[in-house]
């Protein structure tokens, strides 16, 4: 099975596709973005320590930073899951918050990925009330 570093690392299908079908916030026929997991990451890191995003506000910033007019909603799920998961692998293994994707600047106790997280929402808490963010 592979590991969570591995699936993020994973070169995956990305790029800018019209829309398959109208879903969520999405209208057939837009451009949508399809990221890959490091995509997310790599964005995830760009966001300072203090400021906090929302899921929608990071699809929508994905979106214009590649062209797109929205980012496909069920594959960011998939890959702030992804994200969040490896980032715990790395701190398993002795890394610090500081060297790891700050997904709980995205990730808050209401956003259902962080339901998912094998390593629960404690976590998540502690990390976003280090940096002054709300639960």
């Given amino acids: 099975m592979k590991s969570w570093n591995d699936r993020l690392s994973t070169p995956g299908i990305n790029g800018v596709k019209p829309t398959p ?17 490091r995509q997310v990451d790599d964005f995830i890191r760009s966001i300072l320590e203090g400021v906090e995003m929302d899921v929608r506000a990071l699809r929508t910033a994905l979106a214009v930073e590649h062209g797109a007019e929205v980012t496909c909603p069920v594959t960011i799920g998939y890959h702030l899951r992804t994200v969040a998961e490896a980032a715990n692998e790395d701190l398993q293994r002795g890394m610090t918050p500081s ?32 940096e002054g963010l709300k639960p």
């Avoid at 079908?21 to 997991?37: H, I």
């Fill in 99 to 130: 060297d790891v994707a700050p997904f709980w600047r995205v990730l808050d106790a209401k956003t259902p990925t962080t339901k998912k997280l094998s390593f629960g929402a404690e976590f998540v808490a502690a990390q976003r009330k280090r």
């Fill in 21 to 37: 079908r109208t879903m969520a916030d999405v209208v057939e026929g837009q451009p949508m973005l399809v990221p890959t997991a």
